[in-house]
């Protein structure tokens, strides 16, 4: 069965080295000739497993096509609740870089309301997010280094309340919060980690 597959199915373990490659050219021909292939192969499967919870997932993998000088530090794929694009709206991304795997949810500056009801949602339920935190230990805090490979992410140790606020005042804010994986993880564990983020899509979608 699919589930039993492992994130090593589609993709390879000694990629994590292609993002130590300082050539734009370099790097990208094989982020787009090898490693895309592989995200599309896992956004499609992961896609079809997910569906029909809490929300549709769409399958979308990054294409990188507005770099042009700086090669990407990590490349991914996003399971969105929309056929067209997925940065408008809270979305779940699986991530390759030289750190290694990633599982994350992610919002976005540019996903106005759905952040807007999130930070609203945190703002009134600090309990029930208090609540949701103790159910994922490890959470970690991948905003600030996004884009900085020489930066490790440390634990999610936010407010609900404060970070509520930031979200839904501030128009330059977004949450990028996720943990690490393995190679060696099946579906099924990508299936569990995803589904650990149902509480703030619902939030987010003002559910």
């Known amino acids: 069965m699919n589930q039993q597959k492992k994130i090593s199915s589609y993709l390879d373990p000694a990629w994590v080295r292609v993002f130590d490659i300082p050539g734009f050219s370099d790097r990208m021909a094989l982020i787009r000739g090898e490693i895309r292939p592989g995200l599309v192969a896992l956004a499609s499967d992961l896609s079809r497993l997910l569906s ?39 979305h779940s991304g699986v991530f390759i870089g030289s750190r290694g795997l990633s599982v994350r949810f992610v ?23 208090s609540r949701w935190m103790r159910q994922v230990p490890g959470l970690l805090d991948f905003g600030p280094v996004h884009g900085r490979p020489d930066r490790e992410p440390e634990r999610f140790s936010q ?15 977004s949450l990028d919060v ?5 190679f060696s993880a099946s579906l099924d564990d990508l299936v569990g980690l995803i589904r650990s983020f149902d509480p703030l899509y619902m939030a987010a979608k003002g559910s």
Do not use: C, I
């Not at 976005?108 to 759905?114: F, G, L, Q, S, T």
């Not at 407010?159 to 804010?173: C, D």
């Open 52 to 90: 029909g919870g809490v929300r549709d997932f769409w399958p979308h993998v990054a294409s990188h096509m507005r770099r042009r000088v700086n090669p990407p530090p990590e490349t991914w794929l996003a399971l969105g609740p929309e056929k067209r694009g997925y940065k408008a709206y809270a």
């Open 107 to 129: 919002l976005k500056d540019e996903a106005e309301h759905e952040r807007r009801y999130l930070g609203e949602w945190l703002q009134h339920h600090e309990p029930e997010f």
């Open 159 to 173: 407010e609900g309340a404060v970070l509520g606020k930031r979200l839904a005042g501030l128009k330059t804010a």
């Open 178 to 182: 996720g943990f690490p994986t393995d």
